[in-house]
């Protein structure tokens, strides 16, 4: 609720969003338990207010996890790309996402936000890193993926 104003005027300044004058008006004067009453219907099971979520069972042991001394001595440019989902437990409809990429001699990390999983701005987002790690390097040699 409080970021509503924030938001409501970003999407409506990228065309993403286009209200009735009223409709703007009854959005920003909402409180935060209406907006939670309205959007109770289309919150997905367990995801209401106060209700705790059953943890799945973990699958971190199942997933061979590389650390630092597991490299022994990377060169630069060598990656590790990680696509985060910030869903909030849930895997239905779109939510926003990160691109994170580490370097693994350095340890140098860049994200970028993603506002839905879709490969073409994943593409994108990977240029833009390789835009950042190339001026980064600078005369070191270009960032192979």
């Known amino acids: 609720q409080p970021l509503l104003p924030l938001l ?22 909402m409180g935060a338990s209406t907006i939670d009453r309205l959007l109770a219907p289309t919150r997905a099971p367990g995801m209401a207010q106060g ?5 799945q069972p973990s699958v971190k042991g199942e997933i061979p996890v590389r650390t630092f001394a597991d490299w022994g001595v990377p060169k ?8 985060v989902a910030h869903g909030g437990g849930g895997t239905v409809g779109n939510y926003v996402h990160t691109l994170t990429l580490t370097d693994i001699a350095s340890g140098w990390t860049e994200c970028v936000s993603l506002a839905v999983r879709e490969s ?8 833009r890193l390789r835009l950042i790690f ?11 993926p």
């Open 76 to 83: 630069p440019g060598f990656m590790e790309i990680d696509l």
């Open 8 to 29: 409501i005027s970003s999407l409506e300044r990228h065309g993403h969003l286009r209200l009735d004058e009223a409709v703007r008006e009854t959005l920003l004067r």
């Open 134 to 144: 190339d001026t980064l390097a600078g005369e070191r040699g270009r960032f192979a």
């Open 120 to 127: 073409v701005l994943v593409v994108d987002a990977i240029d």
């Open 51 to 55: 209700k705790r979520h059953r943890r």
